[in-house]
């Protein structure tokens, strides 16, 4: 096995599949079949997802709500997808755990990060729901932070593509996909791949990255097995 524990980002977005809004039921039971294989390998997963699918801060802000009110309300967000997903592992027969950046209990435990790691070893699937807990940082820089304060082998960033591109290649059919890319050719290309906080933060604490289709059955497992699958973004 490559990878022993990873720390997977998932964007709220994907979660509404073909929709723009709410939880594709058959978009979370496969991504949940998916998480439980790799933990019945032997691997130990931490997960955060964004809320996107339910409300964005920024966007937010930009309609008029006060932007640290809309962080908030985007912080929730993530909670509701977090309880989605973690329903979704326990349905299909795994064991999920949600944790929350700030107090919210019953809903899931407030994040320590040794009960999380304790929990991971158990092989309980562990969702960090909550963002940072603070406005103005993304979930991207969250998973980031996340993935280093639990000592993750990589940080995986699920997607709808399967890896970096020169350009979207949802619009340009010209695009090319790397293969392996530092993260310095990264910022010196602008390749929109993570927000800036969260890539220097990976850069500096030497926290690979993968960026890969989630969307593809068996991706993750091929990830944690050690198949080139996504782009890797390292130093």
Do not use: W
Request: aromatic share 6%.
């Amino acid at each position: 096995m490559r990878y022993s524990r990873i720390l997977l980002k998932l964007s709220g977005e994907s979660m509404a599949g073909k929709g723009n809004h709410g939880i594709d039921e058959s978009v979370l039971d496969e991504y949940a079949q998916q998480i439980i294989d790799v933990v019945r390998e032997g691997c130990e997963v931490a997960i955060v997802i964004g809320g996107g699918n339910i409300f964005r801060g920024l966007s937010g802000s930009e309609s008029g709500i006060d932007r640290v009110k809309g962080d908030q309300m985007g912080m929730l967000a993530t909670v509701i997808n977090s309880i989605a997903l973690e329903s979704a592992i326990i349905k299909l027969g795994g064991k999920a755990r949600v944790f929350t950046s700030i107090r919210m209990e019953p809903v899931g435990k407030l994040y320590n990060r040794d009960k999380v790691v304790e929990n991971m070893k158990q092989g309980t699937v562990c969702i960090l729901s909550g963002g940072t807990g603070n406005p103005f940082f993304t979930t991207d820089t969250a998973s980031a932070l996340r993935a280093i304060e639990i000592g993750a082998d990589v940080l995986l960033k699920g997607t709808r593509v399967d890896g970096v591109y020169t350009s979207d290649p949802e619009k340009d059919p010209k695009a090319q996909r790397f293969e392996t890319i530092t993260f310095e050719e990264a910022i010196v290309r602008r390749l929109k791949i993570m927000d800036s906080t969260a890539f220097t933060m990976c850069r500096e604490n030497n926290m690979p990255v993968v960026v890969f289709d989630m969307n593809t059955s068996g991706n993750l497992m091929k990830l944690i097995s050690g198949v080139k699958t996504g782009t890797l973004i390292c130093n």
